[in-house]
T-cell receptor, first 113, second 113 residues
């Protein structure tokens, strides 16, 4: 069974700054790690995902860094904007069938203008 | 809009009543998932369908919960004899084939009074 621990619980960043959110996982048998972004009253939206055959994946201002030996992956938001203010969740497959996702508890990001 | 849709978006019910939620996945997505999200937490997996077959159920899915996907298209989640602890956001997600990318709907917010 997979466990996912996310930190920090909340984060305040100035506009234009870098937001960094971290996740640690336990089971190394799985090979897909997504990040979701959720605004209040909305469902989670898939933001970016990585498979551990690469150490980094970048999409626009969003980058996932993956450290397989440390069993950690992180989300970096460059040039953070007020519109990025949301709750971010990391996730990992609960099993090798890749059906259920196990989510972290979330990080609430506030970007001040 | 070709995303996942859910109906209703909000439901207020009295304790002991039955409620039913509907989810329409992205067209041609053969996998459908139900999650539950309480305030300040990440989504928690409830159940998973591949086409019309319900292949996995979480221990969170008590006997009062039942889900169906009769023709492999839309799905319904029914909660019988609702309890205050059932108050949560019920999220539906879908994915295609063996891909891990799950796309969520806007959710149904259930309030049990």
């Amino acid at each position: 069974q997979q466990q996912v621990k996310q930190s920090p619980q909340s984060l305040i960043v100035q506009k234009g700054g870098i937001s960094i959110i971290n996740c640690a996982y336990e089971n190394t048998a799985f090979d897909y790690f997504p990040w979701y972004q959720q605004f209040p009253g909305k469902g989670p939206a898939l933001l970016i995902a990585i498979r551990p055959d690469v150490s980094e994946k970048k999409e626009g201002r969003f980058t996932i860094s993956f450290n397989k030996s440390a069993k950690q992956f992180s989300l970096h938001i460059m040039d953070s904007q007020p519109g990025d203010s949301a709750t971010y969740f990391c996730a990992a497959p609960a099993n090798q069938a890749g059906t259920a996702l196990i989510f972290g508890k979330g990080t609430t990001l506030s970007v001040s203008s | 809009d070709t995303g996942v849709s859910q109906d209703p978006r909000h439901k207020i019910t009295k304790r002991g009543q039955n409620v039913t939620f509907r989810c329409d996945p992205i067209s041609e997505h053969n996998r459908l998932y139900w999650y539950r999200q309480t305030l300040g937490q990440g989504p928690e997996f409830l159940t998973y369908f591949q086409n019309e077959a319900q292949l996995e159920k979480s221990r969170l899915l008590s006997d009062r919960f039942s889900a169906e996907r009769p023709k492999g298209s839309f799905s319904t989640l029914e909660i019988q004899r609702t309890e205050q602890g059932d108050s949560a956001m019920y999220l539906c997600a879908s994915s295609f084939g063996a891909g891990f990318e799950q796309y969520f709907g806007p959710g149904t917010r259930l309030t049990v009074t």
